[in-house]
């Protein structure tokens, strides 16, 4: 077979199988946003969904008359004196399918303290983190004492006799479930001043990020497991919260979808090295030896696209390399011999499909691995290949002495 012809038949081969990871890719797309979709549902019903506590609003009520002559209730909002609160925050992570879910359970509890301005009636509004979730353990109290309260628009809201410059404690707390992020505001407005604040957050893991538009914490201390992060202001005005991000794993449905997306590239390294290898050995690959080399590469990523989702993604990956390993080494013995197999072209696999694929679990150095491999690549097939003359196989002149010569 002409030289053209034959790196034709290769090139064509390459196309074949990029278009089978192309289709596989975006059924991984597909079944992955699919089950999402279904998924956080069903975990929403369960465990709730991200929750935003907002601080209580105080205000003081009072008999007014109108234009009218009618008596009408007037409000005054208050801020408060001095805010405790603290918070638990343990983390369940839970595998669905491809993907994992942050689920986590909190445990609130917070005091406030406020003093009135004038005579009236202190209202207090307290309002729930999240509408679809459940609550237990609830505490609402004022001054220690249980406090009648109704329940209406996601609020806990009470009132009692109040008068100017009395002071009131009001202490509220609840277990709850919520999924992906925490947060706390200081209040509904975009802009709110706080005094004497400390806000407790203690956590049951390591890795700790914080939402964007939150404030860092003021302290940080390490707890056997996690930590205790502490958010301390004697005078505060912003509009930014309080709030926790919890840590993500590695998420087998994407993984899988970057690694088959990459995957033509994978090959394209593999076969280059192979076409340069077996001219220097002297080997003979038909191109059909190249479509079964493919397929063994294709085996790789549609076994993992379809184990990744049933038992952990470092085995499944473990799996499915040697399997691909297994097939190529096996075939390759028949075609060329064992010596062949086991090494030149084992390595070339071990190195383009497995360590390739491996660096893109990282995505954040994912571009610079595969750079890094491409030039090392790039410059082992040129030391190997200096002094090869190539035009024995394109047909062309022959080199001088002069061009032969060290």
């Known amino acids: 077979m002409k030289s053209s012809s034959y790196l034709f038949a290769v090139a064509l081969v390459v196309i074949a199988a990029t278009t089978g990871w192309a289709i596989l890719a975006q059924t991984l797309v597909l079944r992955t946003d699919a089950a999402d979709s279904s998924q956080r549902q069903q975990l929403a019903a369960l465990w709730g969904t991200a929750q935003t506590q907002t601080a209580p609003r105080f205000s003081i009520g009072w008999m ?38 942050n689920t986590y359970t909190v445990g609130f509890a917070a005091t406030y303290r406020v003093t009135a301005d004038r ?24 001054n220690g004492k249980p406090i009648a309260a109704t329940n209406g628009d996601g609020h806990l809201t009470a009132s009692l006799p109040i008068a100017r410059g009395q002071s009131a404690e009001l202490a509220v707390g609840y277990r709850s479930h919520g999924l992906d992020t925490w947060r706390y505001r200081f209040g509904d407005d975009a802009i709110v001043g706080v005094r004497d604040f400390r806000l407790t957050m203690r956590t049951n893991f390591d890795a700790i990020d914080f939402p964007p538009q939150t404030l860092s914490p003021t302290e940080e201390k ?67 030896n190249y479509l079964f080399l493919a397929a063994a590469f294709f085996a790789f990523h549609l076994l993992f696209a379809y184990t990744v989702d049933r038992i952990p993604l470092g085995w499944a990956f473990l799996l499915c390399s040697m399997v691909s390993m297994a097939l190529t080494v096996s075939y390759l013995r028949l075609v060329v011999g064992l010596r062949f197999a086991a090494v030149e072209a084992a390595l070339a696999q071990f190195f383009y499909l497995i360590l390739f694929s491996y660096a893109l679990f990282d995505e954040g150095y994912s571009g610079l691995s595969i750079t890094t491999g491409a030039i090392v690549t790039l410059f082992v097939m040129m030391q190997l290949t200096g002094r090869f003359n190539w035009s024995s196989v394109t047909g062309g002149g022959t080199r001088t002495p002069a061009e032969t010569t060290a």
């Open 64 to 101: 007014t008359r109108d234009g009218n002559h009618h008596l009408v209730e007037t409000e005054s909002q208050i801020a408060p004196m001095s805010a405790r609160v603290d918070v638990d925050l343990a983390l369940d992570q839970r595998q669905k399918g491809l993907l994992w879910y």
């Open 119 to 142: 005579d009236g009636r202190l209202i207090v509004r307290f309002p729930f983190p999240a509408a679809d979730a459940t609550y237990e353990d609830v505490v609402f109290t004022m």
């Open 222 to 288: 390490r707890t056997g497991g996690g930590w205790t992060l502490t958010w301390n202001y004697s005078q505060l005005v912003n509009g930014f919260g309080i709030g926790m991000a919890f840590p993500q794993k590695l998420q087998p449905g994407p993984i899988a979808q970057r690694i088959t997306m990459w995957a033509p590239l994978s090959l394209s390294f593999y076969v280059f090295v192979m076409l340069v290898v077996t001219r220097l050995r002297r080997i003979e690959l038909h191109p059909m």
